[in-house]
């Protein structure tokens, strides 16, 4: 079965940095397209930043843009979320998503906890 394990959330500061993981397992990473996707208390889940299956293309809700990045290492099976200059509305839980394009089928992560608070 295919698992997202997302892992680098905790508490920062703002103005702070993080680094967010997803490894996935059981999958031919390089056909999968990768996005992060976070949910706050009480709203919906929102797309935060995406990337193709070669990398070669990205897109961030506007309201992270200039500073989330997102990457991936195909050799290591992995997406990251490096995350700068943290603002307590990006408190919320951020997800991994990994769909392979033009198939219906998706997975999720399990989710990690990302708490901007002074």
């Known amino acids: 079965q295919v698992q997202l394990v997302e892992s680098g959330g905790g508490l920062v500061q703002p103005g702070g940095s993080l680094t967010l993981s997803c490894a996935a397992s059981l999958i031919t990473f390089s056909n999968y397209a990768m996005s992060w996707y976070r949910q706050a208390p009480g709203k919906g889940r929102e797309l935060v930043a995406a990337i193709t299956s070669t990398g070669g293309s990205t897109n961030y809700a506007d309201s992270v843009k200039g500073r989330f990045t997102i990457s991936r290492d195909i050799s290591k099976k992995t997406v990251y979320l490096q995350m700068n200059s943290l603002k307590p509305e990006d408190t919320a839980v951020y997800y991994c998503?990994?769909?392979?394009?033009?198939?219906?089928?998706?997975?999720w992560g399990q989710g990690t906890q990302v708490t901007v608070s002074s």
């Open positions: 998503k990994a769909q392979r394009p033009g198939y219906p089928n998706f997975f």
